[in-house]
């Protein structure tokens, strides 16, 4: 067993060095980083601290999203003996200033986004700068004990004075050995599986977080995911592009999914044959049910068998819907103070509602009063703030969580709730507000809810505050909620949330101060049940979100407030407004009906679901692959390019500038006639040619593939023949021209991630007049997010034969001119981009 992390991160890490370690988005690209990159950066990572004079207990801040570099970071940290702050992602900068003052931070590393919040903070590094520190020369490392402190790690709220976790190196050996121990019996059988790849969606930041993306993963050589988008579609699209095999995620996560899946089959009306099949499942063995479910599970790869949960309770009926479909959901129950894992739910044997049996090394007990004491070496060493450091279990070496529970007869502990939420009712008893939220959910009318004790005349009383789907009525609701509880849990308060989510934490729990502060305002200070607090736009979740996006202060959130004029967003902040919106309620946004919002109002009916359903693109990813990939490539040489020919043999100019790229490239070109795209293949040199991807008129596309129902039987089956050849044949994939263009650069990013290079006409229409129209905006954006260099390239000669309604051109009547490939700077704005790329196809 390793005496200190840094050993742990140097021997694992060394004996997987080949293996591919972390996986992450960056822009629309999937970036990879094995064992042993991470390694050197880390170790790149402590010589820049040893340079900067940073020694052995000094403290560091991070603070950023998850990635490769943040754990490179933070082992590199490890390394020299540093002491880690990880800061939450979404703290504000005046929490993480007053955090950064306290620990008397030497550094803070963190995100460019970060590093631009807090400019007043210094020294800085970026994550981005840590790839390109120098090489590592070995330096000798200083010695490292168990004792010593790995990190402190911050929870309290930005309006409390913050307090630190301390957490040594052996707090967390200590709940790594027996993971460990207990993962040797089954590795026989993951070497059937390997790699076994983890979507993590758990902050690292916290300590749950590293343990699922940071410790565990090591032990088996398995491949960690990031992604900051928590939407449900996004979500089950890159389990399965990935193949990942667990989930790890908080509850609020696995709800979300459960219910796009039940929106998805009330769409199909096919809600009704799943509730049957469903009920008939419930005793039938694993494999049958994998086999009822099997359309379901095909829409997560057959390689996804488990999730994780952790950050809060998961309710049983979520896990109930998960298990019952033939997925492991294993739970863990910890907190920062113990250093995240007390217990564990064993992902072959579970213990259906519990939260585990404890692990090996600590020991756990409850007080007369229900409270779980957890004693061992998990428990963190301290805490820390303005004041200094202070224990932070008892003298007998017991911690009081503030957790109500229980036990079975088989040590499996159940988690019952925050001591502090437990409502004791006038008649002295106590209520649970998990049970009621638990009645609550079952109540299909019912997207999610918080139950809150409301202070009445000494004691308290349970209040259901609801977020219902589109005019549900509350009051029938609760009422039948109520008809399953008991006589004395029964909720005779309530209100329906004014907003479409509530406010939440980093890990998507309901910050119940906040939502029980409303509820005091709104029932008993003379308001109306369904009155919206006033104040400015920032003042809720929504607000925040326009504001940040929009860089300003916004007018008050009124529902006729234009979301153009009056709020000031632009076409690009539409498009980053309506991702922010998709991650942070939770849902899926069609584009199509989002470019016809105009007001706040209207935005709001559309996160209700008011608005109709959306028009779907396909993009089929079979086009990438053999034997579709030899196909077009016969096609091409007896079909595309002597068709060219014949139409107009080319004359090509500047292949000398692409000698010595190797690609992928973004080809951009001014968009004459429909077949631009088989000039374009005639000109590329084969390199490109024989891998290249065409955005085509989504609309016009989708059109073929879905005919209308008026068209005629044979007409449908012609159009569809079309589309058919237009995807396998000249690798076309949809890119709307009015909406619903984020999802086709997406699929352009996973196309360039397989070595292929992409050709968009940023026009998006044809001329009318034989001048260049204007690019449209979103071109700088996909080259922003796509990062490889554009192409440029021009048409020349085939308006006029257009214009002169011939059918053929003489020899080098049309000529195909290629630019030199252009990169951008970091910083860059996708305007200035476009304005760029605008006047290089002009130019040439």
Excluded at 254 to 269: A, G, H, I
Excluded at 300 to 311: E, L
Excluded at 803 to 821: L, S, W
Aim: proline share 6%; with cysteine; aromatic share 10%.
């Amino acid at each position: 067993m390793s005496e200190d992390l840094a050993e742990f991160f140097l021997e694992h890490f060394s004996v997987h060095a080949s293996e591919c370690a972390y996986k992450q988005k960056h822009g629309y690209r999937m970036v990879a980083f094995t064992y042993g990159d991470v390694l050197r950066l880390a170790q790149s990572f402590a010589e820049e601290l040893d340079r900067r004079g940073i020694a052995k207990g000094e403290r560091v801040v991070l603070w950023g999203e998850n990635s490769a570099e943040w754990v490179a970071a933070f082992f590199g940290c490890t390394l020299r003996g540093v002491v880690v702050v990880p800061m939450d992602e979404g703290a504000s900068a005046d929490f993480g200033a007053r955090v950064f003052q306290q620990v008397q931070a030497k550094l803070l590393v963190s995100s460019r986004q970060h590093a631009s919040d807090a400019r007043q903070l210094s020294p800085g590094i970026t994550f981005d700068a840590i790839r390109s520190l120098p090489e590592s020369r070995h330096k000798t490392l200083p010695k490292i004990g168990r004792e010593d402190t790995l990190q402190i790690v911050f929870t309290s709220g930005t309006t409390a004075e913050p307090r630190g976790v301390v957490i040594s190196h052996g707090n967390v050996l200590a709940n790594i050995a027996p993971l460990e121990r207990e993962m040797q019996g089954y590795l026989k059988y993951e070497r059937l599986v390997h790699p076994v790849r983890f979507l993590n969606l758990l902050p690292l930041s916290h300590v749950f977080g590293q343990f699922l993306g940071m410790y565990l993963p090591p032990l088996l050589g398995g491949t960690v995911i990031f992604q900051q988008e928590l939407k449900p579609s996004e979500v089950m699209h890159t389990i399965k592009r990935e193949r990942v095999s667990v989930l790890v995620s908080v509850p609020r996560v696995l709800q979300s999914l459960k219910q796009k899946l039940e929106r998805d089959l009330e769409d199909r009306k096919q809600i009704e044959s799943f509730r049957q099949r469903f009920a008939a499942a419930k005793e039938k063995h694993f494999l049958h049910r994998w086999w009822i479910f099997r359309r379901i599970r095909r829409q997560f790869g057959w390689k996804f068998w488990a999730f994780i949960s952790g950050g809060a309770a998961l309710d049983s009926d979520t896990e109930e819907f998960w298990g019952r479909l033939g997925y492991a959901v294993i739970q863990g129950y910890g907190l920062t103070e113990t250093t995240s894992l007390v217990s564990v739910n064993h992902p072959f044997r579970l213990g259906k509602g519990s939260i585990g049996k404890v692990l090996p090394g600590r020991e756990v007990k409850l007080a007369p009063d229900g409270e779980i004491l957890v004693r061992g070496s998990g428990v963190a060493a301290g805490y820390w703030d303005a004041s200094g450091a202070y224990p932070v279990s008892n003298a007998e070496g017991w911690y009081r969580t503030g957790d109500i529970g229980a036990l079975d007869d088989a040590g499996n502990l159940y988690f019952k709730g925050r001591k502090k939420e437990v409502i004791v009712t006038p008649g002295g008893t106590n209520v649970y507000p998990e049970d009621l939220e638990a009645a609550l959910r079952r109540q299909p009318e019912v997207k999610d809810c918080v139950v809150i004790g409301v202070e009445r005349g000494g004691n308290a009383e349970p209040c259901a505050v609801v977020i219902l789907r589109n005019h549900a009525e509350v009051d029938a609701v609760v009422q039948r909620a109520n008809d399953s509880l008991a006589e004395y849990q029964r909720m005779r308060l309530w209100m329906e949330w004014p907003q479409q989510d509530f406010p939440r934490t980093s890990t998507q729990k309901p910050k119940r101060n906040l939502i029980a502060q409303t509820v005091n305002e709104v029932l008993f200070q003379k308001s109306a049940p369904d009155q919206k607090p006033s104040g400015s736009v920032a003042a809720s979740p929504l607000g925040d979100l326009i504001a940040r996006i929009s860089g300003r202060a916004a007018p008050a959130l009124r529902p006729d407030a234009n979301l153009d004029a009056d709020l000031g967003l632009s076409s690009l902040d539409r498009v980053e407004l309506m991702s922010a919106l998709e991650d942070r309620y939770q849902v899926d946004l069609s584009e199509t009906r989002f470019s016809a919002v105009r007001t706040v109002g209207d935005l709001e009916r559309m996160l209700r679901g008011e608005a109709a359903p959306a028009a779907g693109y396909h993009y089929p990813s079979w086009t990438l692959r053999w034997p579709i990939t030899w196909i077009r490539l016969l096609a091409h040489y007896l079909l595309l390019r002597p068709a060219v020919f014949l139409l107009g043999w080319p004359r090509i100019v500047g292949h000398e500038n692409l000698r010595g790229i190797a690609g992928p490239l973004l080809v951009i070109s001014n968009h004459v006639a429909d077949v631009d795209p088989g000039f374009i293949l005639t000109a590329l040199p084969g390199r490109f040619r024989h891998r290249l991807a065409i955005g085509a008129g989504g609309e016009a596309l989708e059109a073929l593939r879905t005919p209308a129902p008026d068209r005629g039987f044979l007409a449908r089956i012609y159009d569809r023949l079309q589309w058919l050849s237009g995807v396998s044949l000249l690798n076309l994939f949809p890119l709307p021209r009015e909406a619903g263009f984020r999802r086709s650069f997406a699929y352009a990013g996973e196309a360039v991630d397989r070595g292929y290079s992409v050709l968009v006409f940023p026009e998006g229409r044809l001329t009318t007049t034989g001048e260049m129209n204007p690019f449209r905006s979103g071109i700088g954006l996909l080259a922003e997010n796509l990062g490889i260099p554009v192409l440029p390239m021009r048409i020349d000669g085939l308006y006029e034969i257009k214009q002169a309604g011939k059918k053929f051109a003489a020899p080098h009547k049309i000529t195909v001119r290629i630019g030199k490939p252009m990169s951008f700077e970091l910083g860059t704005t996708p305007e200035q981009i476009t304005s760029r790329l605008a006047e290089a196809v002009r130019g040439l």
